[in-house]
């Protein structure tokens, strides 16, 4: 991944030269995005690394992700596409947390139903939510929250 | 007036639009175009939001229109009220990846949920135009079916 702040003669060699391209999930050796979305994504990498720089890393786990939801939240208000949202690199890094960041999302949800679907699937492996309860948001939070209890994830 | 929104949208100025519902995370501007508010619209490959049964899982305007099509949707020229007909409009990036979408009202006017913010009415299709959503890129119109009195 590159770093690099916005409006920098880096961000013009990161949007030409190096794209953060994340993989498909079903396909690891294929592009997530191909042609003009990669191009979105790569200016929220951009953004990202603006408002997390490298050197504000040292924290705790529950630190950081706080940090990062921040982050996120800022940036995604008007985006109308979750998957967009996911490749947003403050989501990916939290998923980058790990196993750790598991309760915290869960608690997250749990005070706000959000966007968090792609993450805990990506880090868990699993997914409780049932076909009928797809893109109802209320309704997925609670899957995963009760998937959380019997994990013994959520007190 | 509504700072956050005008933030985002510079081409949105007090007084050409009016919100019309609260900030919502439970649905997007496709549901809301599609005329749901109670699920989010997605063709994300990990298969975890909602999209019409059938139709491609790709963020592509192919598939946004396949999905529309589906409902009854189809091709038309322009944004104008044609008695008779509903129409949507999907806008998209200069690359041309699908941003948002629109639905036309009665009165001639449109209704657009902006992503996790509030639901706006807006006169004309640009003032979402600019960096978050591009332009429109595509009109699809349907027949409206009267309901006999």
Redesign the interface.
């Known amino acids: 991944m590159s770093y690099a702040v916005p409006g920098g003669r880096a961000t013009s060699r990161l949007l030409t030269e190096e794209r953060y391209v994340p993989a498909?999930?079903?396909s690891p050796n294929k592009p997530?995005?191909t042609?003009?979305?990669q191009?979105?994504v790569a200016r929220l990498v951009a953004r990202s690394h603006y408002y997390l720089p490298v050197s504000r890393q040292r924290q705790s786990v529950a630190e950081r992700f706080r940090e990062l939801v921040q982050a996120w939240r800022a940036d995604?208000?008007?985006?109308?596409?979750?998957?967009?949202m996911a490749m947003h690199p403050a989501y990916q890094r939290i998923i980058g947390l790990g196993i750790d960041a598991v309760p915290l999302i869960l608690r997250e949800l749990r005070r706000e139903?959000?966007?968090w679907?792609?993450a805990l699937?990506a880090i868990t492996g699993v997914?409780p939510?049932e076909s009928s309860q797809?893109?109802?948001?209320?309704e997925?939070a609670r899957a995963w929250l009760r998937w959380g209890e019997e994990q013994e994830m959520l007190s | 007036m509504n700072h956050r929104i005008e933030d985002h949208f510079p081409n949105l100025r007090p007084g050409e639009y009016e919100i019309t519902s609260p900030p919502s995370n439970e649905y997007n501007c496709i549901a809301w175009a599609a005329g749901q508010s109670d699920a989010w619209w997605e063709p994300d490959p990990a298969n975890l939001y909602y999209w019409p049964p059938g139709q491609p899982r790709r963020l592509e305007l192919d598939a946004y229109v396949r999905a529309f099509a589906a409902l009854g949707y189809a091709h038309c020229h322009a944004g104008d009220l044609e008695p008779g007909f509903e129409k949507v409009a999907l806008y998209a990036d200069a690359m041309g990846t699908p941003t948002h979408a629109a639905r036309q009202l009665r009165n001639g006017s449109w209704t657009s949920k902006l992503g996790q913010l509030e639901d706006i009415e807006h006169e004309a299709l640009d003032c979402v135009s600019g960096p978050d959503y591009g332009d429109v890129a595509i009109f699809l119109r349907r027949a409206i079916h009267e309901q006999p009195k």
């Open positions: 498909d999930p079903q997530l995005f042609g003009s979305s191009l979105l995604i208000g008007p985006l109308s596409s979750a998957t967009v139903p959000d966007h679907f792609w699937k997914d939510v797809r893109g109802r948001v209320r997925m």
